[in-house]
């Protein structure tokens, strides 16, 4: 049985990926921060399936320790893991930080993937055809790496600290892509559109829940949203296009920043400094 793992699968698209991957038959690790509401998805995912089978494990994406426990369980548990997707993400009007320090956005939308990822690719090299599927967004055309100030101490607003996250997502899969060559592992991402999820409602606060309301007729559903990631994940016809970004299944161009080697090998320096994957 082919395993997948799945970041942010309590809820919204994560839970849809989640449940179409186990329907297809395969083994569904799903990554949850929230242990309650981890177990709730599962519990959702259990009753409507009808293959496959799940397990949840924690994991926090905004804890480097999490990461690592969360990697190390797995290693545990499965010798290979033949998809990987990257689909959690926050959004935070103001300006907070992880355990760790980082600019949360930055912390969890790009620098636990990249931990989490480096840390399973043994996992994903023993798959006959391993899979990393990076969920970026649009909002890296109007992105910045500030390499200067990365986690934002000065002059930080939500559009710059998201954009600035989802265009390292694109500059971490196209170095990685390179590093991964002479593998059997392809790498992608993609933009989902405009999805109704909680993604930029305060849990605590409630803040943001009728801007979504409001425009949700607007908005693509879970579902909608995930099409692409599962067509990634489980078409045959995509291996050509490994290292390619997506939109509505089909082949975009990003940003040109995006596509700058010398700007990702800048970001990857950085994130293994951030992470401490030079030391492990």
Partial sequence: MKVA????????????????????????VMLCRNEK????????????????SVELQLCDLGSLSSVKQAAKALKKKHASIDVLINNAGVVNPKRKETEDGFEMQ????????????????????????????????????????????????????????YGQSKLCNLLFANELKERLAETNVSVFTMH????????????????????????????????????TMLYLALSDKVKKDAGKYFINRKVSKPAKIALDR???????AWSEKQTGLHQL
């Fill in 37 to 52: 509401r981890g177990k709730e998805a599962l519990s959702y995912i259990e009753q409507h399936k009808k293959n496959g």
């Fill in 262 to 268: 010398e700007v990702a090998m800048k970001c990857w």
């Fill in 5 to 28: 793992a799945v970041t942010g699968a309590n809820s919204g698209m994560g839970r849809s990926v989640a449940l179409v991957l186990a329907n297809s038959g395969m083994h569904v």
């Fill in 106 to 161: 930055m912390g969890v939308n790009h620098l636990g993937h990249f931990l989490l990822t480096n840390l399973l690719l043994d996992q994903i090299k023993h798959s006959e055809d391993g899979r990393i599927i990076i969920v970026s967004s649009g909002a890296h055309e109007w992105a910045h790496f500030y390499e200067k100030d990365p986690h934002l101490h000065e002059g930080y607003n939500v559009a710059k600290g």
């Fill in 192 to 227: 989902p559109g405009a999805v109704s999820t909680n993604l930029g409602v305060d849990r605590a606060s409630g803040f943001g829940k009728a801007i979504h309301t409001l425009l949700r007729p607007f908005f693509l559903t879970p579902r909608e949203g995930a099409d």
